[in-house]
């Protein structure tokens, strides 16, 4: 029971929206409040104030946002807007002229400078406790660890440069200080994002930084280098297939990081992907992948595309399609073209008619999910190590090294209602779907497991 005397503790709701970027940016913020002695609020109306951390990414997005200011207003009535549309202040203050406060994305000095202006901190030493991990808002057994903000690259659909602002990486020491207290909190798997993670440190020259008595760069080969001595799973984001992505490759083959790599390739016709102003080549890429796969046999890729961008024609989509097949990644996600507000694209020629973007959504998607559902056919008898999400009275729900929570598959395992999230298990595939795994328990689960290094594969 607090003391009869003490002062009412000032309450936050709080809203995030958005990407894993966003994420990170909403628990930093919560983080500081926490430790400023905010109390956290389930409801808007049991808080003193909301805060709306917004994303901008595409007119859906900022609909979403801008319906949930007007929700949390007329709940509350009190709210400061934060994130990617906060970049946009006019785009909110026309439709929520009552908002307290707008300030863009990664101002964090802003918005807690705003929480203090419309409701001060109240100094109490119960409640400047805070776990030294922080406070996350994904579950306790795996976190984001954002490395860097803003972009040097121009693609011509995406304002993420405009928003974020250029490239900004954060020190290495800082973010394997960061890494090392998530593991020590009992974190088993790291998701690190970025706008673009290969080009991490290229803006403050791959500074050194020294962590655990050695000296680092700034740069992916080391981070991937220093975070592979940590024992728990690492997982890597938005990585461009620059030349040295190939040292990472070779980390993955030893298992010292995970064999798994997300990048957003987004088309593999040159024309469409000169149009798009991204800077790969389609064959050299196939060619890379191919080498890749050599190296490292288990490797997983994951990618997301655009369909119906500005001028695709039929030979541009058909290209892509082949390009698919060849390619045979594992894992893919696409979207359909829709213009952004301040993106170069708009104002391209030839826009392409929605009926045709959804059609070729479906063949582009068909084609994906028979690969998909091949390649996971091959998985059947395998032994996996997982880790488990959730666990109920019909099962349990886990995720191996190719799968990242979210955006990927997951491994459904057969009687493992004993299991608890966040918990090792050693499971064999008994079946395959589109996009998921089966399995069930093979020698129990591996509760002091070390992480993926201990993995086998029969
Ligand atoms: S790489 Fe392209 S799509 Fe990604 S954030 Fe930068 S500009 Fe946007």
Redesign the pocket.
Known sequence: MPPANRRRVPRIGFASLGCPKALVDSERILTTLRAEGYEISATYEQADLVVVNTCGFIDAAVDESLETIGEALQRNGRVIVTGCLGARPERILERHPRVLKVTGPQTHAEVIGAIHEHLPPQHDPFLDLVPPQGVRLTPRHYAYLKISEG?N???SF?I??ALRGRLSSRRIDEVLGEAERLAAAGVKEILVIS??TSAYGADIRYAFGSWRDNQYRTRFIDLARALGTLGIWIRFHYVYPYPHVDEVIALMAERRVLPYLDI?FQHASPAVLKRMRRPAHAQDVLARIRAWRQQCPDLTLRSTFIVGFPGETEAEFEALLEWLDEAQLDRVGCFKYSPVEGAAANDMADHVPPEVQEERYTRFMERAARISARRLQRRIGQRLRVLVDSADEHGAVARSEADAPEIDGVVRIQGGTGLRAGEWADVEITASDVYDLHARLAGGTAREASGHRATKRA
Do not use: V
Request: glycine share 0%; proline share 20%.
């Open positions: 972009c690259n121009s693609c995406c993420i440069p706008q673009d957003p």
